[in-house]
């Protein structure tokens, strides 16, 4: 009997294996690069719980030393497997160690204190930027195998550090969160948890790091210098697989500047009210798979970034050679997003099979002058999109600046920006090289933007196979290489405007047809435009160029 059940446990092993095995090579099919195999963690045969060490479950008492010391003992007998059982842990910050596998088991959460003084201040870089900011509830840092597992929670008590803007909220959830304490702004329309966070509010003109003060202040502001949830910086071999990580204080997950990441089977979640609740923000890191994950947060959810402005330019690394695949987005600003702090450049992505519902925008590519770094050679394809309240698709290069008024858009919200080009420096950033394919998105409010700098076009990038039901057609604005081939819009108005663009292709446009023009071509920028006659049903009605466009800017064929 015994050696039947040891042949059964070994069967079950070897499918166990062979089934992650096949998942695994699901993951990399149909990759258009050359991409490394990113390899797995892997951890000596030796365990401890935290309770080996004094922790106590029930949330009452912190167990930030019970859990360091296991860790530190795992990491003395040569690595292997932390154990955080059921129950309620309540600890300060934890720090990872190379060799270290948190395993969270279903039933535990793990709780993050409250009280501010627990974290200390620490030189980092957030939103893109080298600053400093109070220690993150879980770190890594220079580490090498290390990784989080397990169907556990983690929750980082973000409702204690965030700040929350009045509009953002019910009345009866606004005056519960005044009731509870801490200040408001002068205006009355922000709530902060005390008042040194109120004051690095008011200390910064550049969104969360408080410039106007010297950093030798900033424990005058440290309730404000909230930290991402788990920072994993210049590690190697890093893997998340199965927690559930809730409530950050910032954004949820950050892997910077490391190599060979795997994040799969998460469920990330924070209040959609969250200020700068992003789920996860891979920045600057090399060869990376994010898979079979699912995401309900206040910002945006997968995002890349690669460093902001000089600082991001002076580290010089990339995002490159990722995998994002089989990903559900719920509530966020962005399904799959790349920048604004892109300026050390992103290459090599590849994003398939995701589905986003509800999200602000679905696929969102943002940067500004200022910026520099170039992305290019990203690949995103069947990708499933519902009731998204702007763009589906968005390219903009004037992140936090204006879009053009077009001609004809009455009711343009937007001011009219300054289009004269500006010098192309290293501060240009130039976005290029992007294939969208088999998009199928309805109920949204317009099919896609496509807008880059009058200095420096988005370029070639190709939509194909797509179907948007949408209020909006798709606008281009300084686009040079445009290709859209097999595209249906079901809109309103225009299907298709095309504003100081050049080397556009269209085929296979399919449009409502009604009494106004499905397609425009505006702008004195203009320069060869393509179209297929088949196409329309009737050219002069369906087809109109502003006086600006000459006839011979635009072919018919």
Same mark, same amino acid.
């Given at each position: 009997?015994?050696?039947?059940?040891?042949?059964? &446990?070994? &069967?079950?092993?070897?499918?166990?294996?062979?089934?992650?095995?096949m998942?695994? *090579?699901?993951?990399y099919?149909?990759?258009?690069?050359?991409?490394?195999?990113?390899?797995?963690?892997?951890?000596?045969?030796?365990?401890?719980? @935290?309770?080996?060490?004094?922790?106590?479950? /029930?949330?009452?008492?912190?167990?930030?030393?019970?859990?360091?010391?296991?860790?530190?003992?795992?990491?003395?007998?040569?690595?292997?497997?932390?154990?955080?059982?059921?129950?309620?842990? &309540?600890?300060?910050?934890?720090?990872?160690?190379?060799?270290?596998n948190?395993h969270?088991?279903?039933g535990?959460?793990?709780l993050?204190?409250?009280?501010?003084?627990?974290?200390?201040?620490?030189?980092?870089?957030?939103?893109? &930027?080298?600053?400093?900011?109070?220690?993150?509830?879980?770190?890594?840092?220079?580490?090498e195998?290390?990784?989080?597992?397990?169907?556990?929670?983690?929750?980082?008590?973000?409702?204690a550090? #965030?700040?929350?803007?009045?509009?953002?909220?019910?009345?009866?959830?606004?005056?519960?969160?005044?009731?509870?304490?801490?200040v408001?702004?002068?205006?009355?329309?922000?709530?902060?948890?005390?008042?040194?966070?109120?004051?690095?509010?008011?200390?910064?003109?550049?969104?969360?790091v408080?410039?106007l003060?010297?950093?030798?202040?900033?424990?005058?502001?440290?309730?404000?210098?909230?930290?991402?949830?788990?920072?994993?910086?210049?590690?190697?071999?890093?893997?998340?697989?199965?927690?559930?990580?809730?409530?950050?204080?910032?954004?949820?997950?950050?892997?910077?500047?490391?190599e060979?990441?795997?994040?799969?089977? +998460?469920?990330?979640?924070?209040?959609?009210?969250?200020? *700068?609740?992003?789920?996860?923000?891979?920045?600057?890191?090399?060869?990376? +798979?994010?898979?079979?994950?699912?995401?309900?947060?206040?910002?945006?959810?997968?995002?890349?970034?690669?460093?902001?402005?000089?600082?991001?330019?002076?580290?010089?690394?990339?995002?490159?050679?990722? !995998?994002?695949?089989?990903?559900?987005?719920?509530?966020?600003?962005? /399904?799959?997003?790349?920048?604004?702090?892109?300026?050390?450049?992103?290459?090599?992505?590849?994003?398939?099979?995701?589905?986003?519902?509800?999200t602000?925008? /679905?696929? #969102?590519f943002?940067?500004?002058?200022?910026?520099?770094?170039?992305?290019?050679?990203?690949?995103?394809?069947?990708?499933?999109?519902?009731? !998204?309240?702007?763009?589906? @698709?968005?390219? *903009?290069?004037?992140?936090?600046?204006?879009?053009?008024?077009?001609?004809?858009?009455?009711?343009?919200?937007?001011?009219?920006?300054?289009?004269?080009?500006?010098?192309?420096t290293?501060?240009?950033?130039?976005?290029?090289?992007?294939s969208?394919?088999?998009?199928?998105a309805?109920?949204?409010q317009?099919?896609?933007?496509?807008?880059?700098?009058?200095?420096?076009?988005l370029?070639?990038?190709s939509?194909?196979?797509?179907v948007?039901?949408?209020?909006?057609?798709?606008?281009?604005?300084?686009a040079?290489?445009l290709?859209?081939?097999?595209?249906?819009?079901?809109?309103?108005?225009?299907?298709?405007?095309?504003?100081?663009?050049?080397n556009?292709?269209?085929?296979g446009?399919?449009?409502?047809?009604?009494?106004?023009?499905?397609?425009?071509?505006?702008?004195?920028?203009?320069? *060869?435009?393509?179209?297929?006659?088949?196409d329309?049903?009737? +050219?002069?009605?369906?087809?109109? #160029?502003?006086?600006?466009?000459?006839?011979?800017? !635009?072919?018919?064929?």
């Open positions: 009997m015994k050696k039947i059940g040891l042949s059964i &446990l070994a &069967l079950l092993f070897i499918c166990t294996m062979n089934a992650q095995e998942m695994m *090579n699901e993951v099919e149909g990759v258009e690069f050359d991409m490394p195999r990113v390899p797995e963690p892997q951890f000596p045969d030796y365990s401890v719980k @935290i309770t080996d060490f004094g922790a106590e479950a /029930g949330g009452l008492t912190k167990n930030t030393k019970a859990i360091a010391d296991a860790i530190s003992d795992a990491h003395e007998n040569g690595g292997g497997k932390v154990v955080i059982p059921r129950g309620i842990w &309540l600890t300060g910050p934890i720090e990872l160690k190379s060799n270290i948190l969270i088991e279903a535990a959460l793990l993050f204190s409250r009280d501010f003084d627990d974290y200390k201040l620490v030189k980092t870089s957030f939103e893109g &930027l080298n600053t400093i900011r109070n220690q993150s509830p879980i770190s890594a840092r220079e580490v195998n290390i990784a989080i597992t397990g169907k556990g929670t983690v929750d980082g008590n973000g409702d550090w #965030r700040p929350v803007k009045k509009g953002k909220m019910t009345s009866s959830q606004w005056s519960k969160l005044v009731n509870s304490g801490g408001l702004s002068e205006d009355e329309k922000m709530w902060f948890p005390s008042e040194k966070s109120k004051k690095g509010h008011e200390s910064s003109t550049n969104f969360n408080p410039d003060i010297d950093d030798d202040e900033l424990a005058s502001v440290k309730d404000f210098l909230r930290p991402v949830m788990v920072s994993i910086l210049k590690s190697k071999t890093v893997m998340l697989d199965g927690p559930t990580f809730q409530n950050s204080p910032a954004w949820n997950i950050h892997p910077l500047m490391s060979n990441v795997i994040i799969r089977n +998460l469920n990330v979640r924070n209040p959609w009210y969250s200020q *700068n609740g992003d789920g996860l923000d891979l920045e600057s890191c090399k060869n990376a +798979l994010v898979y079979n994950n699912t995401f309900d947060v206040g910002d945006d959810a997968i995002c890349f970034k690669s460093g902001k402005n000089k600082d991001g330019r002076d580290r010089g690394m990339p995002t490159e050679n990722v !995998i994002v695949k089989n990903n559900i987005v719920y509530h966020g600003h962005g /399904g799959f997003v790349i920048g604004s702090e892109m300026s050390g450049g992103v290459k090599n992505v590849h994003v398939s099979h995701c589905t986003f519902m509800g602000d925008v /679905g696929l #969102r943002k940067s500004t002058r200022g910026r520099g770094g170039v992305v290019e050679d990203i690949f995103i394809s069947d990708i499933d999109m519902i009731n !998204i309240p702007t763009e589906t @698709i968005r390219f *903009n290069m004037f992140y936090g600046g204006n879009s053009p008024i077009l001609e004809g858009d009455q009711d343009a919200e937007d001011e009219a920006r300054d289009e004269e080009p500006e010098p192309v290293e501060e240009t950033p130039s976005f290029r090289n992007i969208i394919k088999n998009i199928r309805t109920g949204s317009k099919a896609a933007f496509f807008m880059g700098l009058p200095e420096m076009s370029k070639n990038v939509l194909e196979n797509a948007f039901k949408a209020e909006e057609g798709i606008t281009a604005i300084d040079d290489g290709k859209l081939t097999d595209v249906k819009v079901l809109s309103k108005d225009a299907a298709l405007t095309v504003y100081n663009s050049k556009v292709e269209v085929k446009l399919e449009f409502v047809k009604n009494n106004q023009p499905a397609v425009r071509v505006m702008g004195k920028g203009s320069e *060869n435009i393509n179209f297929s006659k088949s329309f049903s009737d +050219l002069e009605k369906q087809l109109q #160029r502003n006086k600006e466009v000459s006839k011979s800017v !635009i072919s018919i064929e």
